[in-house]
């Protein structure tokens, strides 16, 4: 007996036509998914052949010349650019820079090829097994309740991955922005306990260097205080969920908006920003956050 014919000359039609409707959906949606899969797969490689081509003979001069150590101040600069775009929610911008952002990685990949170091197969494999390996909770059989949870295994499992002599802090990469450096370091002490019992200690220690930093006599000291300043307002932002290389990045392009608001409308009334009193530059400023909250700036 046919049960899958049974059952749909037993219900309504329009439920029939309903589910039919649905694994035509499905059905579509699985077609356009491996299509675009084949795309991105024709797309990456097309991106290395032109890569490899430019670094082969008869290539570009810039391109072959280039080394790991050449690169590094391009790698840095592309990865600003990602994060600018991401800062303006800029799409269509986010798109190209991150294309820019893969190019050097793809060129890195070329020039460990053509030395022997490894190949672009070895790095797709090497990053696949790691997210395979942690995340037992999705590709193995580890229950997790939430995605602090998530982060506490992902912190067990890369301790099980280093050396007993390494330090938790070791693979914060040293060349990051100071902030997000700082932000790193204390956020990995304060997963094994590390950490202040509650933010009201983390105010009090902000107070206690504000008092340290007045108190200070010559330069050398004033740069060590200031550094221990920073170093407790990167915790409270930790503490309170705000990353502060982000919320820098964001206060210095109010300020960037707002001065050349200020600039403008001097441009407009024939005045020179520079020979203006600290008042009446004050002023200004307070037109152009009126005019940068209009969007008119």
């Not at 007996?1 to 694994?23: D, F």
């Not at 024709?42 to 072959?64: N, S, T």
């Not at 908006?257 to 009334?269: A, H, P, Q, T």
């Given at each position: 007996?046919?049960?899958?014919?049974?059952?749909?000359?037993?219900?309504?039609?329009?439920?029939?036509?309903?589910?039919?409707?649905?694994?035509t959906i499905m059905r579509l949606d699985?077609?356009?998914?491996?299509?675009?899969?084949?795309?991105?797969?024709?797309?990456?490689?097309?991106?290395?052949?032109?890569?490899?081509?430019?670094?082969?003979?008869?290539?570009?001069?810039?391109?072959?010349?280039?080394?790991?150590?050449?690169?590094?101040?391009?790698?840095?600069?592309?990865?600003?650019?990602?994060?600018?775009?991401?800062?303006?929610?800029?799409?269509?911008?986010?798109?190209?820079?991150?294309?820019?952002?893969?190019?050097?990685?793809?060129?890195?990949?070329?020039?460990?090829?053509?030395?022997?170091?490894?190949?672009?197969e070895d790095v797709l494999k090497t990053?696949?097994?790691?997210?395979?390996?942690?995340?037992?909770?999705?590709?193995?059989?580890?229950?997790?309740?939430?995605?602090?949870?998530?982060?506490?295994?992902?912190?067990?499992?890369?301790?099980?991955?280093?050396?007993?002599?390494?330090?938790?802090?070791?693979?914060?990469?040293?060349?990051?922005?100071?902030?997000?450096?700082?932000?790193?370091?204390?956020?990995?002490?304060?997963?094994?306990?590390?950490?202040?019992?509650?933010?009201?200690?983390?105010?009090?220690?902000?107070?206690?260097?504000?008092?340290?930093?007045?108190?200070?006599?010559?330069?050398?000291?004033?740069?060590?205080?200031?550094?221990?300043?920073?170093?407790?307002?990167?915790?409270?932002?930790?503490?309170?969920?705000?990353?502060?290389?982000?919320s820098l990045r964001q206060a210095n392009?109010?300020?960037?908006?707002?001065?050349?608001?200020?600039?403008?409308?001097?441009?407009?009334?024939?005045?020179?920003?520079?020979?203006?009193?600290?008042?009446?530059?004050?002023?200004?400023?307070?037109?152009?956050?009126?005019?940068?909250?209009?969007?008119?700036?």
């Open positions: 007996m046919n049960i899958a014919l049974s059952l749909e000359n037993a219900l309504p039609y329009s439920i029939i036509c309903s589910v039919r409707s649905q694994i699985l077609v356009r998914s491996k299509s675009v899969i084949q795309g991105q797969k024709q797309e990456f490689v097309r991106l290395m052949e032109i890569i490899a081509k430019l670094r082969g003979p008869g290539g570009c001069p810039w391109d072959k010349e280039q080394t790991h150590a050449s690169l590094k101040e391009f790698l840095l600069e592309e990865s600003y650019e990602v994060l600018d775009a991401l800062d303006e929610c800029n799409t269509q911008k986010l798109c190209g820079e991150l294309g820019d952002l893969l190019l050097q990685i793809v060129l890195h990949a070329q020039i460990a090829s053509e030395s022997g170091e490894f190949e672009m990053i696949n097994a790691k997210l395979v390996r942690r995340h037992p909770h999705v590709f193995g059989s580890t229950q997790v309740s939430d995605a602090e949870e998530v982060s506490k295994n992902w912190e067990q499992i890369k301790k099980t991955e280093r050396s007993t002599e390494t330090s938790i802090l070791d693979s914060v990469p040293r060349q990051m922005p100071a902030l997000a450096y700082s932000q790193n370091i204390q956020r990995r002490a304060a997963q094994i306990g590390f950490d202040w019992e509650n933010i009201d200690g983390v105010i009090d220690k902000l107070v206690e260097e504000v008092k340290e930093y007045k108190e200070t006599q010559n330069q050398v000291e004033r740069e060590d205080e200031f550094g221990d300043l920073f170093f407790t307002l990167v915790n409270i932002a930790r503490r309170v969920g705000v990353d502060p290389e982000v392009r109010k300020f960037f908006r707002r001065f050349s608001g200020m600039e403008k409308l001097c441009r407009e009334r024939g005045l020179e920003l520079g020979k203006l009193s600290f008042d009446q530059q004050n002023q200004l400023w307070e037109e152009a956050k009126k005019l940068v909250r209009k969007g008119q700036a």
